[in-house]
């Protein structure tokens, strides 16, 4: 049993995530129940059809044969940390007893970073007697000191509760070995890593972008948030003037500041909302160069690998990557772009050298092959079965069943 906060027909990481690891999964012969609230993702109200984002209450078939719960959502306008944590709060709680009315699983997995459903996973896990698997996505409770999202002795009790659960898991399935080493450097023995990633076989590879051409273009997809400092390509393009191109495409809670700091600066910045598909693709191969951007100066961040990574180097454009610890690693082992400090002046003067050779902008198949040997869902799915099987005692990864 997978309990999410977001899931098919939704465009989120866990959705991209958990839809590829399921059908794997699911081909192995595994039967899975989802639990996960009504499509709403990512501005906190239903916009599709009834029928595609599901109904409170029912069952819901997925694309791979699963079977998806649907559980009530608290419809809130905006994107801001409060309201979301009290929607993610409150679909968590109803889930308890949508879970209970659900076949008996084999194991139960609760995927963060939305916390209450760690809470929800650990009681079903004792009150169904089967053993909880925690995967943690981002770097809890690491990231919440690094970002002050909650104070005082509230920031105290969110980080007790999140090590609670971590200790009492029989497993904890991280994203990066760096998270995973932090965690047992605190005495976690149950700990194995299963790296996010990208379904190679449905990813294209571009061709590099023209050697010549008389405007710079430089593209970052994926989320607005204080986490990204998107302020620094914004203030780095606004150095370089008309012959550079700043694309920024998506959501988050700093789009309106950073809106508003590319019109004071008078920067060469367009923003689009969130794109998929073909049209995502299609701003891939207008870039030059793709960002992936990290802050410097949350520790937290030296082991998170931003997801759009692997698909960058799986695409073969350039990467500018303003990162350090495991992603910097990642992007330099790759051979799949340039690694800069995260200040406006050494950005612009990294894409004014790539600008006069623009040689530098094609790294040919190395950034795909290290996708192939290290983040392609067919793999990863395999490792986490094995990991799964082992804990629950099955002989191997194919037809597990259900416990009766």
Same mark, same amino acid.
């Given at each position: 049993?997978?309990?999410?906060?977001? *899931?098919?027909?939704?465009? @989120?990481?866990?959705?991209?995530?958990?839809?590829? $690891?399921? !059908?794997?999964?699911?081909?192995? =012969?595994?039967?899975?129940?989802?639990?996960?609230?009504?499509?709403? *993702?990512?501005?906190?109200?239903?916009?599709?059809?009834?029928?595609?984002?599901?109904?409170?209450? @029912?069952?819901?078939?997925?694309?791979? =044969?699963?079977?998806?719960?649907?559980?009530?959502?608290?419809?809130?306008?905006?994107?801001?940390? +409060? /309201?979301?944590?009290?929607?993610?709060?409150?679909?968590?709680?109803?889930?308890?007893?949508?879970?209970?009315?659900?076949?008996?699983?084999? /194991?139960?997995? /609760?995927?963060?970073?939305?916390?209450?459903?760690?809470?929800?996973?650990?009681?079903?896990?004792?009150?169904?007697?089967?053993?909880?698997?925690?995967?943690?996505?981002?770097?809890?409770?690491?990231?919440?000191?690094?970002?002050?999202?909650?104070?005082?002795?509230?920031?105290?009790?969110?980080?007790?509760?999140?090590?609670?659960?971590?200790?009492?898991?029989?497993?904890?399935?991280?994203?990066?070995?760096?998270?995973?080493?932090?965690?047992?450097?605190?005495?976690?023995?149950?700990?194995?890593?299963? @790296?996010?990633?990208?379904?190679?076989?449905?990813?294209?590879?571009?061709?590099?972008?023209?050697?010549?051409?008389?405007?710079?273009?430089?593209?970052?997809?994926?989320?607005?948030?204080?986490?990204?400092?998107?302020?620094?390509?914004?203030?780095? @393009?606004?150095? $370089?003037?008309?012959?550079?191109? $700043?694309?920024?495409?998506?959501?988050?809670? %700093?789009?309106?500041?950073?809106?508003?700091?590319?019109?004071?600066?008078?920067?060469?910045?367009?923003?689009? #909302?969130?794109?998929?598909?073909?049209?995502?693709?299609?701003? *891939?191969?207008?870039?030059?160069?793709?960002?992936?951007?990290?802050?410097?100066?949350?520790?937290?961040?030296?082991?998170?690998? #931003?997801?759009?990574?692997?698909?960058?180097?799986?695409?073969?454009?350039?990467?500018?990557?303003?990162?350090?610890?495991?992603?910097?690693?990642?992007?330099?082992? /790759?051979? =799949?772009?340039?690694?800069?400090?995260?200040?406006?002046?050494?950005?612009?003067?990294?894409?004014?050298?790539?600008? +006069?050779?623009?040689?530098?902008? %094609? *790294?040919?198949? %190395? =950034?795909?092959?290290?996708?192939?040997?290290?983040?392609?869902?067919?793999?990863?799915?395999?490792?986490?079965?094995?990991?799964?099987?082992?804990?629950?005692?099955?002989?191997?990864? %194919?037809?597990?069943? !259900?416990?009766?």
């Amino acid at each position: 049993m997978l309990l999410t906060h977001s *899931y098919w027909p939704e465009h @989120s990481p866990p959705q991209r995530r958990w839809s590829s $690891l399921v !059908r794997e999964f699911r081909k192995a =012969g595994w039967a899975m129940d989802v639990v996960a609230p009504v499509a709403h *993702y990512p501005n906190g109200r239903r916009n599709l059809p009834r029928r595609q984002a599901g109904v409170a209450f @029912s069952r819901q078939h997925g694309p791979h =044969g699963e079977a998806i719960r649907r559980v009530p959502y608290l419809r809130h306008i905006g994107s801001s940390s +409060l /309201a979301r944590f009290i929607d993610q709060l409150f679909s968590a709680i109803v889930s308890v007893p949508v879970a209970l009315l659900c076949p008996k699983p084999h /194991a139960i997995l /609760a995927t963060a970073p939305s916390l209450p459903t760690l809470a929800t996973g650990y009681v079903l896990s004792r009150l169904r007697r089967v053993p909880l698997i925690v995967e943690m996505r981002d770097a809890w409770p690491d990231l919440a000191r690094d970002a002050r999202i909650v104070q005082g002795s509230v920031k105290s009790v969110v980080e007790r509760v999140v090590e609670f659960v971590q200790l009492r898991a029989d497993l904890v399935v991280t994203v990066t070995e760096g998270f995973a080493e932090t965690l047992r450097d605190r005495g976690l023995t149950n700990v194995v890593t299963v @790296s996010n990633g990208l379904d190679l076989s449905s990813m294209p590879f571009l061709e590099p972008p023209p050697e010549q051409r008389d405007v710079f273009h430089a593209l970052y997809l994926g989320n607005h948030g204080k986490s990204q400092r998107l302020d620094v390509v914004i203030r780095a @393009s606004a150095l $370089l003037g008309d012959k550079f191109h $700043l694309t920024l495409v998506g959501q988050g809670t %700093s789009r309106p500041q950073l809106v508003k700091l590319a019109r004071e600066l008078n920067a060469p910045v367009t923003f689009f #909302p969130s794109l998929h598909g073909p049209a995502v693709m299609e701003k *891939y191969r207008e870039a030059d160069t793709c960002i992936v951007s990290l802050r410097d100066d949350w520790k937290s961040f030296e082991t998170t690998i #931003p997801s759009k990574t692997y698909e960058v180097l799986a695409i073969g454009r350039h990467v500018t990557a303003i990162v350090r610890g495991e992603a910097e690693r990642i992007i330099l082992e /790759a051979r =799949g772009g340039d690694v800069v400090a995260a200040n406006p002046e050494s950005v612009a003067r990294l894409w004014q050298e790539l600008a +006069l050779d623009r040689k530098r902008l %094609s *790294y040919g198949m %190395s =950034g795909r092959d290290w996708v192939r040997h290290n983040a392609d869902y067919a793999q990863l799915a395999v490792r986490y079965m094995e990991a799964i099987t082992t804990l629950v005692g099955l002989d191997d990864v %194919s037809n597990p069943g !259900r416990t009766s």
